[in-house]
């Protein structure tokens, strides 16, 4: 069974991520960016119109694996709560204590 000290370790491990790839500062850039693509003249420049959007699509990639990361240790949070209230397995938990350390761990790794 997973332990709160397990949860609370996971959430230290995501909020420290969340800071070393800055996410927020990326969000800003992405919606920067965005603002860009809706000038009537992006397309002008085709060169550097695909250079931006790679950089958006980039940019939203590693937001989007660290809120994938982040809805799973939630929906451990979650599962453990219905768990002492009797609504979810053990072995419930546990599988989406699996799913959290992994997707957690490939996010480190990246």
């Known amino acids: ?5 397990q949860f ?8 420290a991520l969340k800071g070393y790839l800055a996410v927020e500062d990326k969000r800003g850039r ?6 860009y693509t809706q000038d009537p003249d992006f397309w002008n420049d085709q060169a550097k119109a695909q250079a931006t ?4 699509r980039e940019l939203k990639r590693w937001v989007e694996l660290y809120e994938d990361a ?3 240790v939630d929906d451990l ?3 453990m709560e219905f768990h002492k209230a009797g609504e979810a397995s053990e072995e419930d938990v546990d599988k ?3 799913v959290a ?5 490939d996010l480190e790794f990246k």
């Open 1 to 5: 069974m997973v332990t709160a000290d």
């Open 8 to 15: 609370h370790e996971l959430n230290e491990r995501l909020d």
């Open 30 to 35: 992405i919606a920067e960016e965005e603002k």
């Open 53 to 56: 959007m790679k950089k958006i």
């Open 70 to 72: 982040r809805t799973q």
């Open 77 to 79: 949070g979650v599962l």
């Open 96 to 98: 989406q204590h699996g």
């Open 101 to 105: 350390v992994e997707k957690l761990e």
